[in-house]
């Protein structure tokens, strides 16, 4: 194994592609030492809080805790970015009910939590939908409401859109004026190339940033992970004994088209190495184009929440709400009140 490139230290831990030439697409491993690697990252995420300012005094930053790798490094880094930059810092976890895989999680976030001194809020699917996401899974597939290809694709979309929203609602309800999400650099390029000619391509080069506002009245989007790799995560958590969720997986996660996806980058980038910041780069190049297109936008008022949908689209209500009245007319009742039971849980928990 080569020397560090850094300091010459001749114990290795981490193998960096570097690009080279600035047009070229050439790239070069920088072997990095474990106090260099672990300063190379800590210097990654800074920049990125200060060049994109996704932290400015005076801020109220929920994040989104899972108890995964990435949450984990953010809710940690933050909570001791809190010493440079004074600004407020709270965390929820949203329990949505996958048995043997999220109770983990829970705990994990809980107990990071704890350490940190952080506010942590946990709530779940179960209390506000009256449902575990296992039990609309099942619902879903035994009531056949979706076609059996789609209906794969909603278990992520019910996971994921009711997760956001619900952290939205309680963003709004605790004053917080920015959303904190432990995106990453491979969830960023997977999702982009999953969206590649879709009506939602613009949406998702608008996203690979580390600030990004979903609607006009919205709460911004801060990720402050945006350029590191799950590798890197993974490595530096390991080395500064930040506590994750490694085992077991997402029951639901490897059979989606995602993870197939991050699957198949993960190969081409191993044999050309810098293939994923070449995606990047295609994405800046492509951004005004989406700005572009973002501006031209109309928005108009979901009738049943806070959010702004673009207007002209066949839609009545935004997909979360829309998610939300399929678990109505599964459960033949009404969920109007789940955002008053969950603004009065989370003043309860306070
Ligand atoms: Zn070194
Ligand atoms: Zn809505």
């Not at 290795?12 to 690009?19: L, P």
């Not at 989104?64 to 965390?91: I, N, W």
Request: net charge neutral; proline share 4%.
């Amino acid at each position: 194994m080569p020397c560090c490139d850094l300091c010459g230290n001749p114990e290795t831990v981490y193998a960096q592609a570097t690009r080279v030439g600035l047009y070229q697409r050439i790239y070069q491993k920088r072997h990095l030492c474990r106090s260099c690697f672990l300063s190379a990252v800590e210097k990654k995420i800074h920049n990125t809080i200060k060049q994109h300012r996704l932290i400015e005094a005076g801020d109220f930053i929920l994040m989104g805790m899972s108890g995964g790798k990435d949450s984990q490094l953010m809710a940690s880094t933050l909570s001791h970015y809190r010493e440079k930059v004074p600004f407020e810092l709270a965390g929820i976890t949203v329990d949505e009910g996958i048995a043997g895989y999220r109770p983990i999680g829970v705990e994990l976030a809980r107990e990071l939590a704890r350490s940190c001194g952080i506010r942590h809020l946990v709530t779940s699917f179960q209390d506000l939908f009256g449902l575990t996401l296992d039990q609309i899974v099942h619902r879903l597939k035994h009531e056949q409401v979706f076609e059996d290809a789609q209906a794969q694709e909603k278990t992520c979309a019910f996971c994921a859109r009711l997760r956001l929203k619900v952290m939205m609602v309680v963003a709004k309800a605790m004053g917080a004026n920015k959303l904190g999400l432990a995106i990453n650099f491979d969830d960023h390029v997977a999702n982009f190339l999953l969206t590649l000619g879709t009506d939602d391509m613009a949406t998702t080069l608008m996203q690979f940033a580390p600030y990004y506002m979903p609607f006009p009245s919205g709460i911004p989007h801060v990720k402050a992970l945006t350029f590191l790799t799950d590798k890197e995560i993974a490595l530096y958590d390991i080395l500064n004994g930040i506590p994750y969720q490694l085992t077991p997986e997402c029951p639901y996660s490897a059979q989606m088209v995602g993870d197939l996806m991050r699957e198949q980058i993960f190969r081409i980038e191993e044999t050309f190495p810098g293939f994923r910041f070449s995606v990047h780069r295609a994405t800046q190049m492509m951004r005004p184009l989406a700005v572009q297109q973002m501006n031209q936008r109309v928005w108009v008022s979901c009738p049943s929440c806070f959010y702004q949908i673009p207007a002209g689209k066949a839609k009545r209500a935004c997909s979360s709400c829309e998610l939300i009245g399929v678990l109505e007319s599964l459960q033949q009742t009404s969920l109007r009140s789940w955002e008053t039971r969950l603004v009065a849980s989370v003043c309860s928990q306070e």
